[in-house]
Structure formats: structure tokens, C-alpha cells
């Protein structure tokens, strides 16, 4: 079992930065995947972002590629998604998933793990 708790989430104006993080407990952590999604108001949930077991392999959404940034630090069991020149349409609850699978995934039907989500609002 991987337990994940995200954490950094605020309220930012636009253009402003945001860094968040996902702890994840147990001991096979740098054998997963990783990844984040969002979910905004009355909106279905979207991928973001994910990241290779050894972090050589990222993937990122075509909305936030050139201003997003995942990385993993696997000595601290900690996965990071930089956020810059933040958006209004960025606004979302953002979530941390690991999957067991050692591909990069896009579906999150397909993950293993979630954690609850920390929320981004950021305003005009």
C-alpha cells in the first residue's frame, strides 16, 4: 500500500509560482510512477503531468507543457510539480497518483494510489 498526501496548494495571482508536493509512504516508492491530475469546478478530472520510476521520462499535458515542471526526489519519497506563469484556467484541485505500471500513464482509471489533493486557485 502507498499512501500519498499532496501538500502547497494556495491562492496565487496570475503569472505567479506555485511549487507542490506529494509524500508518499512506504518503501517501493521509487518503483512507481507518478503522476498529477487536476479537477476544476464542474469539470471532469485531466491529466497533467508524469514521471518516470527514476524520473528520466516525463510527460506533460499540452496546457501546461513549457510552464510545469514534474520531478521526484526518491531518497525523500517526494514528488514535486513546479508550477510557473500560473494561469486562471489552472484553477483545480490538484492530485498526486502513483501506479505500479512502468510506463507513463495518462488515464487515471489506470492508476493505483491517489491522494486526496491539495487545492490551486489562481486569480486574474
Known amino acids: 500500500q502507498v499512501q500519498l498526501v499532496e501538500s502547497g496548494g494556495g491562492l496565487v495571482q496570475a503569472g505567479e509560482s506555485l511549487r507542490l508536493s506529494c509524500a508518499a509512504s512506504?518503501?517501493?516508492?521509487?518503483?512507481?510512477?507518478m503522476a498529477w491530475f487536476r479537477q476544476a469546478p464542474g469539470k471532469e478530472r485531466e491529466f497533467v503531468s508524469a514521471l518516470s520510476w527514476n524520473g528520466g521520462v516525463t510527460d506533460y499535458a499540452d496546457s501546461v507543457k513549457g510552464r510545469f515542471t514534474i520531478s521526484r526526489d526518491n531518497a525523500k519519497n517526494t514528488v514535486y510539480l513546479q508550477m510557473n506563469i500560473l494561469k486562471p484556467e489552472d484553477t483545480a484541485n490538484y492530485s498526486c497518483a502513483a501506479s505500479r505500471r512502468n510506463v507513463l500513464l495518462r488515464n487515471a482509471n489506470l492508476m493505483d494510489y491517489w491522494g486526496k489533493g491539495t487545492l490551486v486557485t489562481v486569480s486574474s
Open positions: 512506504g518503501r517501493t516508492f521509487n518503483t512507481y510512477t
